[in-house]
Nanobody, 130 residues
Framework: EVQLVESGGGLVQPGGSLRLSCAVS????????IGWFRQAPGKEREGISC????????YYADSVKGRFTISSDNAKNMVYLQMNSLKFEDTGNYYC???????????????????????RGKGTLVTVSS
């Protein structure tokens, strides 16, 4: 059974930082990709970043480029999202997703959304507030 569990969310002031973690199990971790989405109350989900675990290729949405960094630890089946210079608009539930197919590569927005939602975690809440 594929499981993804996020952690690391919390309350942070604008300009602050958080590091989110996504623990993945039951999945061929080092031959695929993991993506991060977020959803704010009353808004559509937004794909913000992904990493291809086999070669480290990354993608960032324009809204987070230059502020967020995605990384993976293949030995631990973990993906991290370092979030710096947080803004009010970064508030939301952040969750990680995995594609059904092995050998998946994620390198742009199309491939990120193409992962689908079959495998996703429940999310961790990030609140940016003063």
């Amino acid at each position: 059974e594929v499981q993804l569990v996020e952690s690391g969310g919390g309350l942070v002031q604008p300009g602050g930082s958080l590091r989110l973690s996504c623990a993945v199990s039951g999945f061929t971790f080092d031959e695929s990709a993991i993506g991060w989405f977020r959803q704010a109350p009353g808004k559509e989900r937004e794909g913000i970043s992904c990493i291809t675990t086999s070669d480290g290729t990354t993608y960032y949405a324009d809204s987070v480029k230059g502020r967020f960094t995605i990384s993976s630890d293949n030995a631990k089946n973990m993906v991290y999202l370092q979030m710096n210079s947080l803004k009010f608009e970064d508030t939301g539930n952040y969750y990680c997703v995995a594609p059904r197919a092995t050998g998946y590569t994620c390198y742009d927005g199309i491939s990120l959304y193409g992962m689908g939602m079959d495998y996703r975690g429940k999310g961790t809440l990030v609140t940016v507030s003063s």
